[in-house]
């Protein structure tokens, strides 16, 4: 999978925790899942455990607390592939 | 302050009809959602029967986002946000826009347990050592007051926003604590109802308890009998009643659609005194909760015309007979219409009340008393002391003016409501 691949299977995740408001238009790399696009800070979690399901990888407490913007979430998922 | 309270808008969802107008069908038609469920055959279970909502995924995807629906494993939930919104929308009301709640209005919606399948999930995990795979709704799914939080968020309620919970009197204790908060001025309109999950989790417990009837696994919709004297026990139910209660003031003020007035009622417990038990009721306290519900209700004893029974097809059904021949002072010929819903759709635990109370609201609505099922043999002990003129085997037309719905639930614990047809004067 190339890194475009990850960047859209990464929007068709965070699609369903997008408020109202927000569309995946909107989401950009530099995209702070909070602050920009006003996801719920509870579903972060969630978003965690799909993006292990997608790629097949497992993410450690600190990638969760370092995953703060979309580029965030690629990079880690990036490193975690090429462990692999 | 003790200000009138009508109710405006009713929601359901039972396993004979999901939605006003399907439900209300069935009740009059007499169709019974009790159905042989394999996955209790498969797991051995003694009673193979049940009543269980049909959810399609049409339904999920009209009540709930896609968002909501991630995870969500909890059925009570599912049936609760159907009726409760449902419940809403039969009343006029909408959903209160972004930036701030409806201060007066609130929610009591209760349950027994809940979110039971999500629970056992999470265990499996938690077992696993698999913690972080809960996800973020484990919680909200499973807490008991799930219910009211997933409604009252949908709503937008800004009053109080509860759970109750008192086993099969739920519901109908739920319908006089919302009438008590409205009456009191405390708000002007509360969802009031209650929900109860399906599934073999819920139900094994009374299966182990021997109280449900092992021989109709092959013929389903004769298996729940109240009343009948080859009763042997209830048929397990599951699913939601929801009724808008609303100040008169406010009901007329919106020129709201009125179903029936709520003229108040009693709660009691028997305390497991007497011949009260964890699981048997005390019959003095049934009396006491049915002739104080008549006081606080200003009505008549004799005002009664119609009654909706606990009537669960146990061998309990002739001594609740008898508590509502002694509590009212009538029998024979003189005694109320009486049925029971239970032989259409189960007792629905939890949910029972509240769902009971908006079929008896239909009763109003259709001028009709739907017909009680599978009691053509009506118990002897129970003939002796009714007419069974007033035991309709199938409905018939008939204009309740004053109707008494009780529950009775484990831990001995009474509750019952007096409707009234509702009309203008003070």
């Not at chain 2, 469920?37 to 986002?65: H, R, S, V």
């Not at chain 2, 007979?321 to 009538?330: D, H, P, T, V, Y």
């Amino acid at each position: 999978m190339t890194q475009e691949e990850h960047y859209s299977k990464l929007k068709d995740i965070m699609k369903i925790y997008l408020p109202e408001d927000v569309s995946t238009n909107d989401i950009t790399a530099e995209s702070h899942f909070i602050n920009d696009l006003n996801i719920n800070s509870a579903n972060l979690v969630d978003i965690i455990l799909d993006v292990e399901d997608e790629f097949d990888i497992m993410l450690e407490n600190d990638d969760m607390e370092k995953m703060q913007t979309v580029q965030d979430a690629l990079q880690i998922i990036d490193a975690k592939l090429s462990e692999k | 302050m003790n200000r009138r309270v009508v109710v405006t808008g009713l929601g359901i969802c039972a396993p004979n009809g999901i939605g006003l107008k399907d439900f209300t069908k069935a009740m009059i038609d007499g169709k019974s959602g009790i159905r042989f469920i394999p996955e209790l055959e498969e797991l051995k279970f003694g009673c193979q029967i049940a009543g269980e909502p049909l959810i399609t995924d049409t339904i999920l995807n009209t009540y709930f986002t896609p968002l909501q629906l991630r995870g969500l494993n909890a059925t009570g939930i599912i049936y609760g946000v159907i009726a409760g919104t449902d419940a809403w929308r039969d009343a006029g009301l909408p959903k209160t826009e972004k930036d701030h709640p409806d201060w007066d209005s609130g929610i009591l919606f209760g349950t027994g347990t809940l979110g039971v399948a999500k629970f056992r999930e999470a265990i499996y995990q938690i077992d696993a050592k698999n913690v972080r795979r809960l996800g973020s709704t484990s919680v909200i799914q499973t807490m008991a007051s799930g219910i009211s939080a997933y409604l009252g968020g949908i709503l937008g309620c800004g009053n109080q926003v509860t759970t109750n919970s008192s086993a099969c009197t739920t519901g109908t204790e739920g319908v006089l604590m919302g009438y008590e908060r409205i009456a009191s001025g405390r708000a002007e309109r509360m969802l009031v109802g209650s929900c109860s999950d399906s599934g073999p989790y819920v139900w094994a417990g009374f299966d182990a308890m021997r109280v449900l009837p092992r021989n109709y696994n092959d013929n389903p919709e004769k298996g729940s009998r109240p009343m009948s004297a080859s009763a042997t026990g209830f048929v397990p139910g599951s699913g939601a009643g929801a009724l808008v209660l609303e100040s008169l003031e406010s009901a007329q003020k919106r020129n709201a659609k009125i179903y029936g007035e709520v003229l108040g009622g009693a709660v009691n417990s028997g305390g497991q005194r007497g011949d009260g038990s964890m699981t048997a009721a005390n019959s003095e306290a049934v009396q006491r909760c049915i002739v104080q519900a008549v006081e606080n209700s200003r009505i008549r004893k004799s005002d009664i015309d119609t009654i909706n029974g606990h009537l669960t097809a146990t061998t309990k059904d002739a001594l609740e007979i008898e508590n509502w021949s002694k509590a009212l002072g009538r029998q024979g010929g003189d005694f109320p219409y009486i049925n029971s819903f239970k032989g259409l759709f189960g007792h629905c635990l939890a949910a029972s009340g509240s769902m009971e109370c908006v079929a008896s609201l239909l009763q109003f609505e259709q001028g009709k008393l739907f017909g009680n099922v599978n009691c053509e043999d009506i118990h002897p002990e129970i003939v002796n002391q009714v007419d069974s003129d007033k035991i309709p085997q199938k409905t018939i037309v008939h204009e309740p003016k004053i109707l008494a719905k009780a529950s009775f639930g484990f831990g001995d614990v009474n509750a019952c409501v007096i409707f009234k047809r509702f009309n203008d004067e003070t």
